[in-house]
Nanobody, 120 residues
Framework: QVQLVESGGGLVQGGGSLRLSCAAS????????MGWYRQAPGNQRDVVAT???????SYADSVKGRFTISRDNAKNAVYLQMNSLKAEDTAVYYC??????????????WGQGTQVTVSS
């Protein structure tokens, strides 16, 4: 069973920075596609950034140039560095993991979420 635990959320002023961390246990972390998603009240959960086992990253247009996703396979951890934060970045941020299709293990896993609040 894979478990994901996020940390690093909080309250920050607009223009500030936060770094989210996600610690994973179980599974084969080095093979996971890891991702950060966010959900604001009344909205659906949307992808923010993903990183493959090879380190290939992708970002939502709204965060490109401001957020950076990274991973440390030795620590079974993924990070989201968030700079130049805006009020519209306020949401609960969730860590996600799943195997790529070629591994043949279906399903995905979610953390419990961490609240990020950006004051304007």
């Amino acid at each position: 069973q894979v478990q994901l635990v996020e940390s690093g959320g909080g309250l920050v002023q607009g223009g500030g920075s936060l770094r989210l961390s996600c610690a994973a246990s179980g599974g084969i972390f080095s093979r996971f596609i890891m991702g950060w998603y966010r959900q604001a009240p009344g909205n659906q959960r949307d992808v923010v950034a993903t990183i493959t086992s090879a380190g290939i990253t992708s970002y939502a247009d709204s965060v490109k140039g401001r957020f950076t996703i990274s991973r440390d396979n030795a620590k079974n951890a993924v990070y989201l560095q968030m700079n130049s934060l805006k009020a519209e970045d306020t949401a609960v941020y969730y860590c996600n993991s799943k195997y790529p299709s070629w591994v043949g293990i279906p399903g995905e896993y979610w953390g419990q979420g961490t609240q990020v609040t950006v004051s304007s």
